[in-house]
């Protein structure tokens, strides 16, 4: 059994987007506000979090864990990639932290980031990482559970996401091959973007998101990486099928 947190359901700007008058920006639902898309996973001792973008920070203080096992990513854009430095709390108590990775992502870390990765005459103050470089066609352990990487295509970007036991997490898809869709047999939840209402290139809108989850076929169907141009969470909530679920900020679900 594995617990997943939803640290963050918004797309790249967040929910209120800066200076917006959107009505959804000015909700007072709390699940209509929504940090940027990223995700832990708890189980037995360990505490995985899926991409670390701007608002970590904040999430890990929401979330109030006290360690980090690792970091997966899942591809290089700033909304997932940005909160990197603010892993320095638990590297001064725990290490090295642990980032998985493709070598395309750990290629741009090292650019934006390379006060981390550099060994000689190191600022004290940086944290340092251990990295695990990873790829689509190749299962590895991560805190004694198998981990299948799936690639998915955002707009024309290779991309990848993760199945963990029967939890499978796929963010920024907008196209996923046949031979992908095999790894996500049998799910008994699965997390896919949904950005809006809208056609949009690069990310599925609501009605492909329905679509893919209905050719995946798992138990339950959680959306994240959502637009305020989805809507009002309780509105869009009320029209969706069953056992199809808008995502929030800090709603925990369980998976076996």
């Not at 670390?52 to 999430?59: A, L, T």
């Not at 892993?87 to 493709?102: A, D, K, M, S, V």
């Not at 251990?130 to 981990?147: A, M, R």
């Not at 069953?242 to 709603?251: M, P, R, S």
Request: aromatic content about 10%; glycine content about 6%.
């Amino acid at each position: 059994m594995i617990e997943i947190i939803f640290l963050g359901t918004g797309t790249s700007q967040g929910i209120p987007t800066i200076g917006s008058t959107h009505p959804v920006c000015q909700s007072q639902n709390p699940k209509d506000k929504r940090l940027r898309a990223s995700l832990a996973i708890k189980w037995n001792r360990f505490f995985f979090v899926i991409d670390c973008g701007p608002d970590f920070r904040q999430q890990m203080l929401n979330c109030g864990t006290k360690k980090l096992d690792g970091i997966l990513y899942t591809h290089e854009h700033a909304d997932h990639t940005a909160g990197l430095d603010d892993i320095r709390p638990f590297y001064f108590r725990q290490g090295e932290i642990n980032l998985i990775l493709t070598k395309k992502v750990l290629c741009f870390l090292r650019k934006r980031f390379d006060y981390i990765f550099e060994s000689y005459n190191k600022y004290p103050g940086a944290p340092s990482v251990k990295v695990k470089i990873i790829n689509k066609n190749k299962k590895f352990i991560l805190g004694n559970k198998e981990i299948i990487p799936v690639e998915v295509l955002h707009g024309q970007l290779p991309i990848i996401g993760y199945r963990i036991d029967n939890f499978a997490y796929l963010t920024d898809v907008k196209s996923i091959s046949n031979t992908e869709i095999l790894k996500l047999k049998n799910l008994d939840v699965l997390v896919i973007n949904a950005l809006r209402k809208e056609e949009h290139h690069s990310h599925l809108n609501l009605d492909e998101a329905l679509l893919l989850s209905r050719k995946i076929n798992p138990k339950k169907t959680y959306l994240t990486h959502i637009s305020h141009h989805m809507g009002f969470h309780d509105e869009i909530q009320k029209a969706l099928p069953k056992n199809i679920y808008i995502a929030y900020d800090n709603l925990s679900i369980r998976s076996s």
